[in-house]
């Protein structure tokens, strides 16, 4: 009987885990580039007011 080739399967292990984080770092990025840049949330209250300051 054959011995089982434990470095293989530790070898396949290694790449899948890397692939699925490349993955998933790819769909980060995309995500990312798809919401713009320039603008900023919303409040939840929806107040539009410029903070100030001179609050003392």
């Given at each position: 009987?054959?011995?089982?080739?434990?470095?293989?399967?530790?070898?396949?292990?290694?790449?899948?885990?890397?692939?699925?984080?490349?993955?998933?770092?790819?769909?980060?990025?995309?995500?990312?580039?798809n919401?713009?840049?320039?603008?900023?949330?919303?409040?939840e209250?929806?107040?539009?007011?410029?903070?100030?300051?001179?609050?003392w």
């Amino acid at each position: 009987m054959a011995n089982p080739n434990y470095n293989f399967e530790k070898r396949q292990k290694e790449l899948a885990r890397k692939k699925k984080k490349e993955e998933k770092r790819l769909r980060k990025v995309q995500v990312d580039d798809n919401q713009p840049k320039d603008t900023q949330p919303m409040s939840e209250n929806g107040d539009n007011s410029v903070p100030t300051n001179d609050l003392w």
